[in-house]
């Protein structure tokens, strides 16, 4: 939900990387699945589909995205 499309971010890191320092490297992704919090049961769920944010179990509009949403760089790893 960060609004990356890990393609389009794969397809333009190898660009970015040709003739520089980091030619050879990899961007390594991990995906980490969207869940919300249901305000009224408390349930921490996947919402299904990822369009439409509600609990799966009473169903209620769950605005609250607890994981999935960021995109952050853990590490850099460069041979010397």
Not at 10 to 31: H, M, Q, R
Not at 43 to 57: A, D, K, M, N, Y
Not at 75 to 80: D, F, R, S, T, V
């Amino acid at each position: 939900m960060s609004g990356v499309v890990k393609e389009s971010l794969l397809f333009s890191y190898d660009l970015a990387c040709e003739g520089a320092l980091l030619k050879g490297s990899n961007l390594v992704i991990e995906e980490i699945p969207v869940m919300v919090c249901c305000p009224t049961c408390g349930i921490e769920t996947l919402p299904h589909p990822i369009q439409i944010l509600r609990c799966l179990v009473c169903e209620t509009p769950t605005p609250q995205v607890t994981r999935g949403k960021k995109l952050e760089v853990i590490a850099l790893e460069m041979p010397i």
